[in-house]
């Protein structure tokens, strides 16, 4: 019962120096050295304490809403003619993303470790809100760093922060997105780490995090891997999500790793193409894209000749980075996990679909997964199986869209 | 006046640390980053600094999401990388202040993506023959440091690591095994930055890095003023002034240098 929710498995990467394969790590200031083993022995002891899973089960059952249930898209399943399409529905989570599934568990190991303050970084800011929610929940004061770009097109998750009482601190260096948040945020630890608990978002940074963020999202799999066999009485052909650090994909994945028949699909954010160099492909381009060190990991990073790392873009603020989780990178060299990519436009198109034939509004990020299902399922076996991870819901981007669409 | 150079790297700095102890003062080694405000200006202050007596050189290269860096250096680095600073012109900058006579030893300091771009063992062969001495590397702990380790070794130049107020027993005794040059003591918890005082730990702080290793201790962040530099006497083998000389500079390229001559100037018996 106690690995019902974070599965450990012993074959499991990474290795003690935080490795997948040959990437991940932790590259960081001798300042927070200190911290990061620190944080790994608390979450080791955490792990190994039946009170701490029954402590994040009871919260994910009676706050977050778990589990999350799979919907059957029988219209849009109908429309394209193929596979059968089904939705693991993280949009009804609580605040509408898959995020607060991580914001709980390293919350409460927070509180464990008695760290008052918590940091947070946030792009689209469903991770912002996510954290604010359990800081709100637990009683944790909370900070969270945001990228004035994101700021400005993503104004309701703003508003919800400071409205559950975080204070949101407006990021104005860099390209003023996500990866300029981290960098700050990282500041602020490297400053406070004494009393702050740095509650990272995506599966990435220097080891454990994205060790501990895929074990706190592998939830996502776990419950849908059994629910899927309940419905269908098989395991996915196909296993879909989007990828921009790569949380909720790596919580999709990790439990259909060892399924052989299971195709796992990462969908990175095309942006306006390959060819415009406007987009965070970080697997698709690889003129600009290869191995490189940022925010503490070795993985897939968007740089120019001279490493210095790229703007980004993506219509959907939450894929807008130009790194990628070190597990994603392993997976991928492993030829696992195949990574591929959808544009802005696809999308969108993809957005306004899912909207129309299931009355379900995705969250941008999600509609990358959306596009890629679209773009599958007819060449799939009516009989077939096509999972996707709809990660959070899209009423935070009816502002983004709006403005693209018109009313 | 121009010296000839014996030495270089690891030898290098230590004939530096001998000559200021002989003289029973600390180092005192500048920072500058190469491409501020302009690539021609940045090599300018280092031989104008130079000529004031400076024990050596922090030659930064700029970064595009400098971490462990505050506002000043941020905003130096950023308009360095705006003016087409490429790790090729920071190695070339360091031959070319050689070929001008500069002997003072030099250590490059950048993050670690850039180099590793460049090619790890191709930067530690090239900064070599630049004339460069050693490497600091903000956010290349030890164990992450393999990779420059072994070139730095055959080249003999230093691979410097940093301690910070947050370095516990195990973690001082990692770093001390593996640096080689000197130590790079932090001397706050935080980002680099012109600070009003020095923490009031320091004293305590360094006697317990200074019961753990008998390799010189250089003292970074937040060290501002000829007042900080005289506080420092008898506490480490030197120290790195930062920011305070780009916020100097803000001002003017003589305010700079008059910053540099009185810090250099307070440490002088």
């Known amino acids: 019962m106690t690995d019902l929710y974070i599965r450990k498995d012993i074959s499991d990467l990474p290795d003690a120096r935080g490795y997948f394969g040959e990437f991940g790590g932790r590259f960081v200031p001798e300042t927070i050295m200190p911290a990061l083993d620190e944080l790994e022995n608390a979450y080791a002891e955490a792990i190994a304490d039946p009170q701490f899973h029954a402590d994040l089960s009871h919260l994910q059952r009676t706050y977050t809403g778990r589990p999350t249930p799979i919907t059957y898209a029988r219209r849009l399943s109908e429309a394209l003619g193929g596979a059968q399409i089904y939705l693991k529905r993280e949009d009804l989570a609580h605040t509408g993303a898959h995020k607060i599934n991580n914001a709980l568990g390293q919350g409460l190991l927070a509180k464990r470790m008695g760290k008052r303050r918590i940091i947070a970084e946030t792009g689209a800011g469903q991770h912002g809100v996510g954290t604010a929610t359990a800081m709100a929940l637990l009683g944790l004061e909370c900070c969270v760093y945001m990228g004035s770009v994101d700021i400005r097109r993503q104004q309701p998750n703003v508003f919800r922060m400071k409205l559950l009482g975080a204070e949101v601190i407006p990021v104005e260096s860099g390209s003023r997105t996500l990866k300029d948040a981290i960098n700050e945020a990282m500041r602020d630890w490297v400053t406070n780490v004494e009393t702050t608990f740095y509650l990272l978002g995506s599966a990435l940074g220097p080891h454990p995090y994205p060790m501990m963020v895929r074990d706190f999202q592998s939830v996502i799999g776990l419950e849908a891997r059994q629910q899927i066999q309940d419905m269908t009485g098989q395991l996915p052909d196909v296993c879909v999500a989007c990828v921009g650090g790569g949380s909720n994909a790596i919580g999709l994945f990790h439990a259909f790793r060892d399924d052989a028949g299971a195709e796992l699909i990462g969908v990175e954010a095309g942006g306006r193409g390959i060819a415009s160099k406007e987009h965070a492909a970080r697997f698709a381009d690889l003129d600009i894209s290869r191995p490189g060190i940022l925010h503490g990991t070795r993985s897939f990073v968007m740089q120019d000749e001279d490493g210095q790392i790229m703007e980004t873009h993506s219509v959907s603020a939450g894929l807008d980075y130009p790194s990628v989780g070190p597990e994603h990178a392993h997976l991928r060299q492993l030829e696992r996990a195949y990574y591929t990519l959808a544009t802005d436009d696809e999308a969108l198109e993809a957005f306004q679909t899912l909207s129309k034939l299931e009355g379900i509004i995705p969250a941008l990020e999600s509609a990358h997964a959306v596009a890629e299902a679209i773009k599958r399922a007819p060449t799939m076996p009516r009989d077939s199986v096509l999972l996707v991870n709809l990660s959070g819901r899209g009423d935070k981007d009816l502002d983004t869209v709006i403005g693209i669409l018109g009313e | ?116 771009a460049y090619g790890s063992d191709r930067f530690v062969r090239d900064a070599r023959a630049a004339g460069a001495d050693g490497l600091i590397v903000p956010d290349l702990p030890p164990e992450e440091a393999a990779m420059f380790a072994d070139s730095c070794e055959r080249e003999g130049l230093a691979l410097v690591f940093m301690l910070a107020p947050t370095s516990n027993d195990e973690r001082i005794e990692l770093v001390t095994r593996h640096a080689t040059g000197f130590i790079y003591v932090v001397s706050l918890t935080g980002i680099t930055g012109a600070r009003k005082e020095l923490p009031v730990y320091l004293t305590e702080y360094i006697a317990r890095l200074r019961a753990k290793t008998d390799k010189p201790l250089v003292l970074g962040f937040g060290i501002s003023s000829p007042e900080h530099a005289r506080q420092l006497r008898g506490l480490t083998d030197g120290f790195i002034v930062a920011s305070a000389l780009l916020r100097a500079w803000e001002r003017s390229f003589a305010d700079m240098r008059t910053l540099a001559g009185d810090i250099f100037e307070a440490i002088q018996n």
Do not use: W
């Open chain 2, 1 to 116: 006046m121009t010296q000839t150079r014996l030495s270089q790297g690891t030898a290098a700095l230590e004939e530096m640390f001998a000559r200021a102890r002989e003289r029973k003062r600390l180092a005192f080694l500048p920072y500058f980053c190469i491409g501020y405000p302009n690539h021609e200006e940045s090599l300018r202050a280092i031989e104008s600094v130079a000529a004031v007596g400076v024990d050596g050189f922090e030659i930064g290269i700029p970064f595009s999401d400098p971490i462990a860096d505050g506002p000043t250096i941020q905003a130096a680095t950023q308009i360095a990388l705006e003016n087409g600073t490429t790790v090729r012109k920071c190695l070339d900058a360091v031959k070319t202040l050689r070929d001008k006579g500069i002997t003072q030893p030099m250590l490059m300091m950048g993050y670690a993506n850039p180099l590793v």
